[in-house]
């Protein structure tokens, strides 16, 4: 009987814990999986889980090994015996190293020595700021060190350019040749107003022996990026065309026999990142596709066109490689209910495994949500895209309210990605519907429906917002009284937008960093090819871009009738303070209600645990206040 009792009781607690759903503290209890590469015999995969101490303030990071047949990992403390450091030449003789040295002068003491105690940057030109940084004079710099010696000299020595690329680029952006008698590494080798208009990288070519620099893509001024190399020592990159545009198709492009080979040219899509096989003989890429990224394949062709090949398909999203293990392919997968874990695909069958299960025991204990994919009806005779995910439990026969949300990017995916601070499942968990439509400038239909959003921000991508809310409000179950829009970014500026052409649909908006004013955003922000493509160029221009007056939320202000949250981070340059302080101000001098959270040292987004735990809490509450 007393084991009756205990099983009863231990089952009622497993149905407990089943029936709970998601915080915004325990959202920051899961680990978050990154994997490293695969040991030099192919037959593990080594990864970091990072955790979060709330209390703290600060991350732990732990590194494991894992058989890809499965298993339990195992904690280690180095990987220099399983591991071959890509970094190191292939004769194990050098070693590349990135270091910050001082090129320019400044600061106020470099300038005028003797004033040790001043507080003063000095500029003549532009590029004086970047993402959440300032202009300090230093540059990140390549070193080749002789690992026996330990002399080392710098590549780059006196060049104001970096490598690898600020504020994102990584190890990357710089690789051995297969022989080891070459560097090939991505630098934007301009300065000043040239850089801030620019997005013309190119791919370098430094020969050890000589001690020389070669441009190997002086003929393209868009994005070079992401060099990489076969067994056989062929080069392999990812190109963009247009100059100034930062989210153009992005290509494969082979150099062969001195012949640059574009591999992905005909395919109607774009290249997320790239992984040559392990017999050279093709590359596997990850590229959206109908609202998902899924996992590619390209054959090296004999003749000039090739063809691709989708390997993986599903209501998920692959978001990275670590490597091929024979027939099969490392990678992460996220989905909207799930963190980031490691998985093996079949590289014939495209069928998946788990192999880290890092937050099973987590999810074991939650509530997870329905997400529907469905196809919704444009104004102009289209069909989109839109993901609809319904609180745990959900019953039809109640009414929840609605979320809207709002891309940002402009042009970046709306897949099944995780996000640890616009959390679908969180939202959901809180008894909301969230209605996420892949709206025009979204990669994954084709080059033409991403292209369509520059120079027409307030244009076809608004009614495709609308017209994905007034679609789901149709079901019986959404309550068209309680509508809110909410989103970051681009979709800060489409909150900030909408906010004065909804026609009474929402109740309550909320924009994180979003753009206000677009003439005052021309003015403060850095990356200017940005701008430029996407705005149609400067407001003095005549005729004025439609960017500065049809598009500008800051010209229907006077139409704002609905409480509005605002959000901004101090150390955001590219949607710099003044635009949410413009836009509460206006709020708050109309009599709205509104509210200004402002997280002066977090950039354009929100990166510490304590300032997310916020960020979350006061999201929900001003739902709960206004919606």
Not at 451 to 467: A, P, T
Not at 505 to 531: C, P, Q
Not at 591 to 612: C, D, R, T
Request: overall charge negative; hydrophobic content about 35%.
């Amino acid at each position: 009987m007393k084991k009756l009792y205990f099983f009863l009781i231990l089952s009622g607690f497993c149905l407990s814990a089943k029936a709970q759903t998601i915080t915004p503290e325990k959202l920051w209890e899961l680990e978050r999986v990154s994997p490293i590469g695969l040991t030099d015999d192919g037959e593990q995969v080594i990864f970091s889980s990072s955790s979060y101490d709330i209390n703290t303030n600060t991350s732990n990071s732990k590194t494991f090994v894992l058989s890809l047949k499965g298993g339990e990992p195992t904690q280690i403390k180095s990987y220099d015996s399983i591991y071959t450091d890509p970094k190191v030449s292939p004769s194990g003789e050098f070693k590349l190293v990135s270091k910050e040295i001082k090129v320019e002068p400044v600061s106020g003491e470099d300038f005028y020595p003797e004033m040790k105690k001043s507080e003063v940057y000095i500029y003549d030109d532009l590029n004086y700021r970047h993402w959440d940084t300032w202009e300090d004079g230093k540059y990140s710099h390549l070193f080749i060190k002789n690992l026996s010696s330990e002399e080392e000299w710098d590549m780059m020595e006196g060049e104001p350019h970096d490598t690898p690329q600020k504020p994102f680029g990584g190890s990357e952006d710089y690789i051995w040749s297969t022989d080891g008698s070459k560097v090939y590494y991505v630098s934007k080798k301009v300065k000043g107003k040239d850089y801030a208009i620019s997005t013309n990288t190119d791919i370098y070519s430094y020969d050890l022996a000589s001690k020389t620099t070669t441009n190997l893509t002086d003929d393209n001024e868009g994005y070079d990026t992401a060099p990489a190399v076969s067994k056989d020592g062929t080069l392999a990159w990812l190109q963009m065309d247009e100059p100034g545009y930062e989210s153009d198709k992005n290509d494969i492009i082979v150099l062969r026999d001195g012949q640059k080979l574009n591999l992905t040219k005909d395919w109607d899509g774009t290249v997320s990142s790239f992984l040559w096989s392990k017999d050279g003989k093709k590359l596997f890429f990850i590229a959206p596709t109908m609202g998902t990224k899924q996992l590619f394949e390209v054959k090296l062709p004999k003749k000039a066109s090739a063809e691709v090949k989708q390997i993986t398909s599903g209501q998920f999203d692959i978001t990275g490689m670590a490597g091929q293990a024979d027939n099969s392919m490392v990678v992460t997968r996220t989905d909207m209910n799930h963190a980031s874990e490691i998985y093996l695909v079949d590289l014939k069958t495209g069928e998946m495994d788990q192999v880290s299960h890092a937050n099973d025991s987590f999810y074991d204990g939650i509530k997870l949500s329905k997400v529907e994919k469905r196809m919704i009806p444009t104004t102009d005779g289209k069909e989109m895209l839109t993901w609809v995910i319904y609180p745990p439990d959900f019953d039809p026969n109640k009414k929840y309210p609605t979320l809207l949300y709002l891309q940002g990017g402009p042009q970046a995916p709306l897949s099944q990605f995780y996000s640890f601070r616009w959390n679908f499942q969180l939202m959901a968990a809180k008894g909301y519907i969230i209605v996420a439509p892949n709206r025009r400038g979204m990669p994954g239909y084709g080059v033409e429906w991403n292209e369509q959003i520059s120079g027409d921000w307030g244009g076809q991508n608004m009614e495709d917002y609308l017209s994905a809310i007034d679609e789901v409000s149709k079901e019986t179950f959404v309550d068209k009284d309680r509508l809110g829009a909410v989103g970051a970014s681009y979709g800060g500026y489409s909150a900030f937008y909408l906010a004065g052409h909804h026609d009474n649909r929402f109740k309550t908006f909320i924009a994180h960093d979003g753009i206000f004013n677009t003439r005052s955003m021309y003015g403060t922000t850095e990356e200017l090819f940005f701008v430029n493509k996407d705005l149609d160029g400067a407001y003095w221009q005549n005729p004025t871009p439609k960017a500065y007056t049809e598009f500008n939320p800051i010209n229907y202000v006077n139409k704002w009738n609905a409480p509005i949250l605002i959000i901004q981070g101090g150390k955001d340059y590219r949607v710099p303070i003044g635009q949410g302080l413009e836009a509460f101000q206006a709020a708050q001098l109309k009599g709205l209600k509104s509210k200004l959270l402002y997280f002066p040292m977090e950039n354009h987004w929100i990166l510490s645990a304590q300032n997310g735990i916020i960020w979350q809490r006061e999201f929900f509450k001003w739902l709960d206040e206004t919606l």
